[in-house]
């Protein structure tokens, strides 16, 4: 799900330099590959495009309540990704040390870019730097590792580069309720080859700068007992609101203390979930996802102010043939209910105005509709409180194993009329993509 393809590109552009310049910078080159090679360095990298029509045509020209396939009816370069990593390996003090670094450039970045203290949204910078981090292995029992620095959280099943997803377009709860990176350390030790225990301690939710005095906790069981069946369990704990050195207004106003509605830094918010994976046969493979999450003082819509949301994801993928061969093809489908029952995280709570997308539509008896935002992962519990239902069906087809090809399928589903027809509020939107990606 997370893996790192090898770089191809970079030993094409070597040898190209090579052939261009003469035979001695032949032996140069080679000289130089071999030397990366020895010090165990691996290049990979990633660009995708994609078209996704709303069947809605809604008016604003955006699909509600989605997360970098937002924008309706429009050609989109989403991502281009170029990392670097050196893996950490048993073995010399030197093979013990490692690190992973992987920047994204394009679309994808707008909403991506784990830097809220710093007010995301009010520019279009389409560059993230998704990946930062060292590592080291401490020849301790079976070899404990240690992570320093910005990493993809241990929480949920999807990820931020849609390559490493089974869908193109992302879950509401991934897209609403869940961080794209955390910053701090974190130690992984595997117990036994079927179990791994991993723990953290970080800044926050997509905070590369604390915004507040607390730190966060993150922890991951992953057990596979049998090469069929995998169970893990994951989730966070800690404040997550601002002191005031955040965004939106907590700044300008300062004042920002505990027990202030919506801007209470002690507030912890907890995220617990699992994942149950079943392979029945060879090419099938079933992941099962329940998740919960709960934030104190975090609601304007509920009466104890707790924000609660809560879901349910299962994910199906049938390989048709070896994946790893030209002309692979897969179907993959992914069925989910969100709830937002404290109104916190979709529709004026948590949603993600970056470059203007994923407005909502509410409604009041005297004013029509009104096209609203919010923030994303910080409470802003005056949002609508709705359930979520989504299917997503998708044919991949790889012509080469660098190359894949979707074309996916979406019905979104709400309790209330978040979504356009046209210019009118509905409870449902459905969108065709067509999805490139291209793997170096």
Known sequence: MKSVRSCIGIKIGICALALLLGGNVAFAAEDAESIWKTLGFKFSGSADVAYTHNFNNPNTNLNQLRIFDSQANSFVPHMMIIG?????????????????????????????????????????????????????????????????????????????????????????????????????????????????????????????EDNNKSKTFEYLVALTPHEKFGF?????????????????????????????????????????GGLITIKPTERDTLVLEPYYGNEANASLTSGSRNARWNAFLVYYTHDFNDQQQPHAFSFRMRGEIFEDAGGARTCLGGTNVSGGANTCATYPAARGFVPVGGVFNRAVGDGTRQTLWEGTWTLQYKPAPSLITRAEFRYDKSDQNVFFYGQRPTNHQETLAFHVIYLF
């Open 84 to 208: 670097v990593e050196r893996p950490a390996t048993a073995g010399s003090a030197l093979d013990r040390l490692g690190f992973r670094a992987r920047i994204g450039f394009g679309a994808d970045a707008r909403f991506s870019r784990n830097r809220p203290n710093y007010q995301p949204g009010t520019n279009d910078h389409e560059l993230d730097v998704q990946e930062l981090y060292v590592e080291y292995i401490v020849p301790i029992g079976n070899g404990l590792k240690i992570l320093a620095g910005e990493m993809y959280p241990l929480i949920g099943y999807e990820v931020v580069n849609s390559y490493e997803n089974p869908n193109f377009s992302r879950s509401f709860t991934f897209g609403l309720s869940q961080p794209f990176a955390v910053t701090g350390i974190r130690l992984v030790y595997p117990f036994t080859s079927w179990a791994t225990v991993s723990v953290g301690v970080n800044n926050g939710w997509d905070n590369i």
């Open 232 to 272: 893990s369990v994951y989730g966070t704990y800690g404040a997550e609101q601002s002191n005031g050195n955040a965004i939106f207004g907590d700044a300008g106003v300062g004042v920002c203390t505990s027990g202030a509605t919506l801007c209470d830094p002690r507030a912890k918010r907890t995220v617990v």
